[in-house]
């Protein structure tokens, strides 16, 4: 997945412009990022990449950088 398709996903997730963020988005501060999307965004990266990416690491990681690399390098 490059970075495009990733923030692609993420947007879409969200409900949001993929114009509207970058890898240096601090993910919490998108208005309708939720606990819940957050468990969306989970299942649809493992959905299209088949990385499952942690609960735990969402709530250590800052940025959609912080989940971007994990997914890169998984």
Partial sequence: MNQNEFLDLIADEL???PNSVTLETEFRQIPTWTSLNSLLVISKI???????????????SN????IYKLVQHS
Avoid: N, P, W
Avoid at 46 to 60: C, D, L, N, Q, Y
């Fill in 15 to 17: 409900l949001i412009a």
């Fill in 63 to 66: 940025t959609l950088s912080d």
């Fill in 46 to 60: 493992h959905e299209v990449t088949g990385i499952m990416v942690s609960a735990k690491f969402i709530a250590e």
